[in-house]
């Protein structure tokens, strides 16, 4: 019988007008179809559609997309057993196939390069990011993820791919009326979990380091901490120990952690002028730990847009991602032994 257009929709996320549509431009209906009856579409008629999905959320146009989905449905239907003169898939001719413009994860990037994508890739990851996040495919928006970081540096994904993605999706939520709360939660989720990956599989591959870490945290009432997740694996990446501690960190907890710890450098972020707060940053530079005789002060980085552009004397202003780790991975290499 085959699932109807409606319950086909709401399993890969996708409205029953884009199906239609992709019906319509691109030959990727119903291999059947019943004069009077609703559409079924069957087994197979699922898994281009699957695919068709999975290729769009790479970045792929649909049109290209459409292409390389039913070139493999004829290859697979040429080498299946059947009668002679067959038909090709879905019984009417396609166009002709063209393989599908996926970023290649083996150009000019290796693992962990923090170089700077053309355009035209950053756009169009961007865009398979954001079609898998409003589908709310997370494997999918898993797997671009991924991808990204794998083909393009945790640094330059971060900068082009995911942050641009995080922010559209967020005006998208603040221009709707509170719609598509769930697409952005479900990304940054998502970024969070890519992340931390990066900083587990950094850490897990040193040993015996004992260099004092870079403490990185956000002011107090400061809830966004994706950025600051972001600086934290790069710098694992970069081979930098660090101590994170997160989201809304209270000033006293704060000024201990540098009292006990004696950080390389003090990282603070901030997202909006609300949460800056000038006079514990300045309090933090001003603190001196170790022992008598041979104590020392950590450099502090004012980081996040909520700081504006200056910097008082004696703070550091990084202006992103990029060179707040070109800064503390500096300053880390300057208070080794």
Not at 7 to 33: I, M
Not at 90 to 108: E, F, I, T
């Amino acid at each position: 019988m085959g699932v109807t257009t409606g319950f086909l929709a709401r399993t890969l996320g996708v409205s029953p007008t884009t199906l239609r549509s992709w019906d319509r431009r691109y030959g990727l209906g119903p291999a059947v179809r019943a004069d009077g009856r609703q559409r079924r579409w069957s087994p197979q008629d699922v898994a281009m559609l699957r695919e068709m999905c999975r290729l769009t959320a790479t970045g792929v146009p649909p049109a290209e997309a459409a292409r390389a989905v039913l070139e493999r449905a004829r290859g697979e239907s040429a080498d299946a057993p059947g009668p002679p003169g067959g038909t090709a898939a879905h019984g009417r001719d396609a166009p002709a196939p063209r393989a599908p413009s996926v970023p290649s994860a083996v150009g000019g990037h290796s693992p962990g390069a923090s170089g700077t994508l053309p355009a035209g890739i950053a756009r169009q990851e961007c865009r398979g990011l954001a079609r898998a996040a409003v589908r709310l495919d997370a494997s999918a928006v898993q797997e671009q993820l991924t991808a990204s970081v794998r083909a393009h540096g945790l640094v330059a994904a971060w900068e082009e791919v995911m942050a641009p993605t995080l922010r559209a999706a967020g005006r998208k939520w603040e221009s709707s009326g509170d719609r598509y709360v769930e697409v952005e939660h479900l990304l940054s989720w998502h970024v969070s979990t890519v992340l931390r990956h990066v900083y587990v599989s950094s850490v897990a591959s040193r040993h015996g380091q004992d260099a004092s870490p870079v403490l990185l945290t956000c002011l107090p009432d400061e809830q966004h901490t994706l950025p600051l997740e972001a600086l934290n694996a790069a710098l694992a990446e970069a081979g930098v120990p660090t101590l994170m501690l997160g989201g809304a960190v209270p000033v006293e907890a704060v000024d201990s952690a540098v009292r006990r710890v004696g950080p390389a450098a003090v990282a603070l972020w901030s997202q909006s002028r609300s949460t800056a707060n000038l006079p514990l940053a300045q309090h933090i530079a001003a603190t001196r730990w170790g022992i008598r005789g041979a104590r020392r002060q950590s450099p502090v980085l004012l980081c996040g847009p909520g700081w504006g552009r200056g910097a008082p004397d004696g703070l550091l202003r990084p202006t992103g991602l990029r060179d707040a780790v070109r800064m503390l991975v500096s300053l880390d290499a300057s208070s080794r032994p």
